[in-house]
């Protein structure tokens, strides 16, 4: 799939993709093609996106939502759109666990927070995952250890 990002920077311009989230550096608009799209409001932003694309392209690991695609400048990231969790013990039913801290003991998000420098207290937080295809999945990865030292 061919991502035109000079058209989707002007359909979130006009007001044409629903807001779906936003943190302090990057805003979410659905793309209502079983995408969203990850806009950069900063350079906290461009880092997260960056460190997102680099862990999707490094990692085979089924725990994170995948991405189609990636803007020259880390402006713009295309993920798959996932439904939204509510409260992380939908995560801990999948993994057949009853708490953060046993969370952390799965031999896979163990292995992906240590190979990733991701932050576990982001992990046990439900607005970072989400579910496809029935599987939770990891939504928003890029707030990684460096990114948090550089600019948080």
Do not use: C
């Amino acid at each position: 799939m061919r991502v035109d990002f000079d058209q989707i920077i002007a359909n979130v311009r006009d007001g044409a993709y629903k807001s779906i989230g936003s943190g302090s550096g990057r805003r979410v608009f659905d793309l209502e093609n079983g995408y969203v799209v990850k806009v950069a409001k900063n350079k906290k932003g461009i880092a997260q996106n960056e460190a997102e694309y680099q862990i999707s392209s490094a990692s085979n690991s089924a725990l994170f939502a995948k991405i189609l695609q990636i803007s020259e400048d880390y402006r713009m990231l295309i993920m798959q759109k996932a439904e939204k969790i509510k409260h992380i013990s939908e995560v801990w039913e999948y993994f057949n666990v009853k708490s953060n801290r046993e969370l952390y003991n799965v031999g896979e998000i163990r292995y992906i927070s240590s190979e990733y420098n991701l932050l576990m207290a982001d992990l046990y937080r439900p607005v970072n995952w989400g579910r496809i295809n029935a599987r939770p999945v990891i939504i928003d990865f890029g707030f990684t250890r460096r990114v948090r030292k550089k600019y948080y």
